[in-house]
């Protein structure tokens, strides 16, 4: 575990050196959200990713029309990790990359999660705020979960905000002695 997030670290940090020369900091972000959000939805994909029986070919002949709208870099990166069966590296490589991209000096990327979708208007205001009170610009990416019942749920720098129903009646549990 250690080592994959030490390793993870490294790629990430390699791809944000590449990435900050050809001036595609953000393009490379925006691959690595998509690359999260395709295996948070799909999370067979990365099962078959990293399967050690299935021959890298294979793999990547399932990346090829996802690789098509990925920046150069990314999509090297992603065929090296199938290639030398460390696609179990993915879902860390974003965090990691978005940490590595935060401490140069880019944009705050903030996990948002709500019981339901905010609307842009929502978005845009939360956006702002943020930005003012971070002092940097600010990146959203929103995450869909109802268990929060209502409110909102921040992931800022590894930190959590919990701000929602969900969060307000558990604390109230532990004061009454629940």
Known sequence: MWQEETLGERYAQALLEAA??????????EDLAL???????????????????VEPKTKEKVLEDLEKVLHPY???????????????????LSSAY???????????????????????EIQDKLRARLAEALGREVVLREEAAPELLAGVELMISGRRLDASLRGRLQRLGRALGG
């Open 20 to 29: 900050r020369e050809a001036h595609a900091e953000k393009t490379v972000a």
């Open 35 to 53: 690359l999260e959000d395709l295996l948070r939805s799909v999370p067979e994909l990365l099962a078959f990713l990293a399967h050690p029986r």
């Open 74 to 92: 990314t999509r090297n990166l992603l065929r090296l990790l199938v290639r030398h069966g460390r696609a179990a590296l993915l879902p860390k």
């Open 98 to 120: 978005f940490q590595a991209l935060e401490k140069a000096g880019g944009p705050m990327h903030v996990v948002v999660r709500t019981a339901r979708p905010l609307s842009p």
